[in-house]
């Protein structure tokens, strides 16, 4: 995948690691529409700054309108609720689906046939070490991440003849607002992870691994659980 050139459509790009992933973009010589429920809130010279709510439908339709020159969508828009799944809140719950499954699936569909017109191109998905490991006070995240992960890899095969690659980046604790609460030893620098996820998404892999934790995670899935 040539990000050089390319015109890429980021997801949550106001701040945190979508930010970041804006940033890197544009320095590898990229267009970026950096999109945000307030694009008004997008301080990052260089990109042009779109409103898309994952969650509203209409606005991603409205957005794949205006960016009819993507050939990169990257889906990383994301929230975190710690909300368990038999006594928690349904309606948290059924935002963090929103949010991590049902966005996602709906910005692909709507940017699928556009990255198609414009002769192919990538999708990554910004998933995490939870969609493989699943931890009580993360019951309705990780659903939802395993959720995308599904997304990730079945949109993967169905979109191949279209000439569209879809990758999935999985990473733990990034030091980002989201885990101001998680100790500084325990989180990754978002830069890095940004930078490992670009270049293994330029790179063409289906799967990529931010950190060590995740790697360690994922080498035991076939343990007893």
């Not at 950096?34 to 990052?44: I, K, M, N, S």
């Not at 368990?84 to 929103?98: F, K, N, P, Q, S």
């Not at 607002?177 to 978002?190: F, G, L, Q, S, T």
């Not at 995670?217 to 343990?223: F, I, N, P, T, W």
């Amino acid at each position: 995948m040539e990000l050089t050139d390319s015109v890429a459509v980021v997801t949550g790009a106001n701040r945190g690691l979508g930010r970041i992933l804006a940033a890197q973009l544009l320095e590898r010589g990229a267009k970026v529409y950096a999109t945000a429920r307030r694009p008004e809130t997008v301080d990052l010279p260089g990109v042009q700054p779109l409103y898309l709510d994952v969650t509203k439908p209409d606005s991603i339709a409205e957005a794949a309108a205006v960016a009819r020159d993507a050939t990169v969508l990257i889906n990383n828009a994301g929230i975190s609720t710690h909300t368990h799944l038999t006594d928690g809140d349904l309606d948290a719950v059924r935002l963090e689906m929103e949010t991590h499954y049902f966005g996602p699936l709906n910005t692909i569909r709507a940017f699928a046939p556009v990255l198609a017109a414009n002769g192919g191109g990538g999708i990554l998905n910004v998933l995490s070490v939870l969609s493989w490991v699943h931890l009580p006070d993360y019951g309705a995240y990780s659903a939802a991440k395993a959720a995308a992960w599904a997304l990730t890899n079945v949109s993967r095969a169905e979109l191949a003849d279209r000439n569209i690659q879809v990758s999935g980046l999985h990473v733990g604790y990034m030091d980002t607002d989201m885990a101001d609460y998680v100790a500084p030893e325990d989180k990754i620098d978002p830069a890095l992870v940004a930078k490992i996820a670009l270049d293994g998404f330029a790179a063409g892999l289906p799967e990529i691994i931010a950190d060590d934790f995740t790697r360690t995670v994922k080498a035991g899935l076939s343990s007893t659980p």
